[in-house]
């Protein structure tokens, strides 16, 4: 069986999990896919940056109905991590209103995604209520 591989090139598993992003060196802005430019200032030149792992739900959405084999339903939110603007899903609670709100406090966790015929085990990323 080999190491587990993350879903996203911006999911680091090797001690505490976390999330790396991409920071304009002139104006701070951060990404989590590659850029040539920033879109906040122009410039072209970025440092990654770790994520913190814990944060606040600033939106989400109860989705109910969703593609074929995806359980539904489930939260899709917006977490603010110090900062920086993190889009995932809400796991580990119910899927309604009455347990999810605007403001809670979350911390990131691994999702185990699945595991390919050579025992490779894909692994992504969600948030979960901090305590």
Known sequence: MSDPVPLVDYL?????????????????????????????CEADT??????????????FTIVSYAAPGIPVPFVAGVV?????????NVVNVPADPEHVRVG???????????????????VGFGFEPAG
């Open 80 to 88: 603010d991590c110090g900062g920086t603007s993190v889009r995932a």
């Open 46 to 59: 970025f440092q990654t940056v770790d994520v913190p792992t814990e944060g606040e739900l600033r939106a």
């Open 104 to 122: 809670m406090k979350l911390r990131l966790t691994t999702v185990p995604l699945g595991t390919d015929a050579a025992g490779t085990e894909a």
């Open 12 to 40: 680091v598993l090797t001690g505490q999990p976390h999330l790396t992003a991409h920071e304009c060196t002139a104006c701070g802005a951060r990404y989590f896919d590659r850029r040539n430019a920033c879109a906040a």
